[in-house]
């Protein structure tokens, strides 16, 4: 690929500063008891939104191209196939974020069979949660067995799934005290055993009901990142395998340079807020909103105002001057955190990130060598009968 068509790639990477992600708590029930949850509090309540508010928020959100499920376990909101299409197709939203803890496969793939049938211009990461060997997961979740569902669930996703390419099959893992030294033996066994896409690792982050699980050494987190990279360089040769030459080096780049981006501010901020090296702009170009209608520029700052104030409409409550206020408030606050989920929504929007970190990132994960094949021998998974 020349200097021409990378700065001409890069042109087009710039995404103009406006909304874009709407992050969306659709139900608050859950079947965890998840030790790393900062969502804990507001678990099981009865005030979800009904489905004709969310349709009132579809009918006043401004167009945007991604979607943020989260909860509560998402899948338990029996309308969330139906509420995804809606913003399909009244928002022009063109990818979903759908994290699951993999215990209700049925309600799971008939969300996933009715958005493949409805939605041909959606691209779905399906992402399931695994936070440790199978002792470890359970004792976190809080769910007896919850490691040996979620692994059979993934691979009935395998089975049905296989070869569509507008679903990408994830692992979500938190990185905690209690399972970092098993981490890089996990990520083996699912890249060995299966045919994910990917598998993503954050270091804990919020208000946790246990607040020991946030104890992970800050030498023992970058030795970790360092090596888990052979695991997403193994990921990274098969996602882009069928891309023409010349492609397939630029999303390896930035496939990769994203995911040491990531971890370097994660490094970073773990101890103490550090700059990052763009601007926060949530608030700005996503919104945050909880299962009641509360709404929030970010999952970690406070409350901003209630829709139910402004009848439901994200227009109005984008532009008040409470959201102008909090977007403000932001940077003043040095409010830098370890959340990739607005790491990345904010990256998009900086040039010079797209342009020098991201590539940087590339080489700098290079130069730190590694290879799977030098890590610790793999073992089996056990998995208690």
């Given at each position: 690929?020349?200097?021409?068509?990378?700065f001409?790639?890069?042109?087009?990477?710039r995404?103009e500063?406006?909304?874009?992600?709407?992050?969306?708590?659709?139900?608050?029930?859950?079947n965890?008891?998840?030790?790393?949850?900062?969502?804990?509090?507001?678990l099981n309540?009865?005030?979800d939104?009904?489905?004709?508010q969310?349709a009132?928020?579809?009918?006043?959100?401004p167009?945007?191209?991604?979607?943020?499920i989260?909860g509560?376990e998402?899948?338990?909101?029996e309308?969330l196939?139906e509420?995804?299409?809606?913003?399909v197709e009244?928002?022009?939203?063109?990818?979903?974020?759908l994290?699951?803890?993999g215990?209700?496969p049925?309600k799971i793939?008939r969300?996933i069979?009715?958005?493949l049938?409805?939605?041909?211009?959606l691209?779905i990461?399906?992402?399931?949660s695994?936070?440790g060997?199978?002792?470890?997961?359970d004792?976190?979740r809080?769910?007896?067995?919850?490691?040996?569902t979620t692994?059979?669930t993934?691979?009935e996703?395998?089975?049905r799934?296989?070869?569509?390419?507008?679903?990408r099959?994830?692992?979500?893992?938190v990185?905690t005290r209690?399972?970092y030294?098993?981490?890089?033996?996990?990520g083996?066994r699912?890249?060995?055993?299966?045919?994910?896409?990917?598998?993503?690792?954050?270091i804990i982050?919020?208000?946790?009901?246990?607040?020991?699980?946030?104890?992970?050494p800050?030498?023992e987190?970058?030795?970790?990142?360092?090596?888990?990279?052979?695991?997403h360089r193994r990921y990274?040769?098969e996602?882009?395998?069928?891309?023409?030459w010349?492609?397939?080096?630029f999303?390896?780049v930035?496939?990769?340079?994203?995911?040491?981006?990531?971890?370097?501010?994660?490094?970073?901020?773990?101890?103490?807020?550090r700059?990052?090296?763009?601007?926060?702009?949530?608030?700005e170009?996503?919104?945050v909103?909880?299962?009641?209608g509360?709404?929030?520029a970010?999952?970690?700052?406070?409350?901003v105002?209630r829709?139910?104030?402004?009848?439901?409409?994200?227009s109005t409550a984008?532009?008040?001057?409470a959201?102008s206020?909090e977007?403000a408030?932001?940077?003043?606050a040095?409010?830098?955190?370890?959340?990739s989920?607005?790491i990345?929504d904010?990256?998009?929007?900086?040039?010079?990130?797209?342009l020098?970190?991201?590539p940087?990132m590339?080489?700098r994960?290079?130069?730190?060598?590694?290879?799977?094949e030098?890590l610790?021998?793999?073992?089996?998974?056990?998995?208690p009968g």
């Amino acid at each position: 690929m020349g200097a021409g068509e990378y700065f001409r790639i890069i042109r087009e990477r710039r995404l103009e500063r406006r909304f874009h992600s709407l992050f969306l708590f659709v139900t608050s029930r859950c079947n965890s008891l998840c030790r790393t949850c900062f969502y804990f509090d507001q678990l099981n309540s009865p005030d979800d939104l009904t489905f004709d508010q969310i349709a009132r928020l579809s009918a006043t959100a401004p167009p945007f191209r991604k979607l943020w499920i989260s909860g509560g376990e998402p899948v338990m909101r029996e309308e969330l196939a139906e509420i995804v299409e809606m913003f399909v197709e009244r928002n022009g939203v063109r990818n979903l974020n759908l994290p699951t803890n993999g215990l209700l496969p049925k309600k799971i793939f008939r969300t996933i069979d009715h958005l493949l049938g409805r939605c041909p211009d959606l691209s779905i990461d399906l992402n399931f949660s695994l936070d440790g060997l199978a002792n470890t997961h359970d004792a976190i979740r809080r769910v007896p067995n919850n490691f040996r569902t979620t692994l059979a669930t993934i691979e009935e996703a395998e089975r049905r799934y296989e070869g569509r390419p507008r679903l990408r099959r994830n692992v979500a893992t938190v990185i905690t005290r209690e399972n970092y030294q098993e981490l890089v033996e996990l990520g083996r066994r699912l890249l060995e055993g299966g045919d994910l896409d990917g598998q993503y690792f954050e270091i804990i982050r919020g208000y946790a009901p246990d607040g020991t699980l946030k104890a992970v050494p800050l030498e023992e987190l970058r030795a970790l990142h360092r090596r888990l990279m052979p695991l997403h360089r193994r990921y990274a040769a098969e996602l882009f395998a069928h891309l023409p030459w010349g492609i397939r080096q630029f999303a390896t780049v930035y496939y990769l340079g994203n995911i040491r981006l990531h971890y370097e501010l994660h490094e970073e901020c773990l101890e103490r807020p550090r700059p990052w090296p763009m601007p926060c702009t949530a608030g700005e170009t996503s919104i945050v909103i909880d299962h009641n209608g509360v709404f929030r520029a970010c999952e970690l700052r406070g409350i901003v105002g209630r829709l139910q104030d402004y009848n439901f409409d994200v227009s109005t409550a984008l532009r008040s001057p409470a959201m102008s206020a909090e977007v403000a408030d932001i940077p003043r606050a040095g409010c830098w955190c370890t959340h990739s989920c607005f790491i990345q929504d904010s990256s998009k929007f900086s040039p010079r990130v797209q342009l020098f970190h991201i590539p940087w990132m590339f080489v700098r994960q290079l130069l730190e060598g590694g290879s799977l094949e030098a890590l610790e021998p793999y073992r089996a998974l056990e998995i208690p009968g």
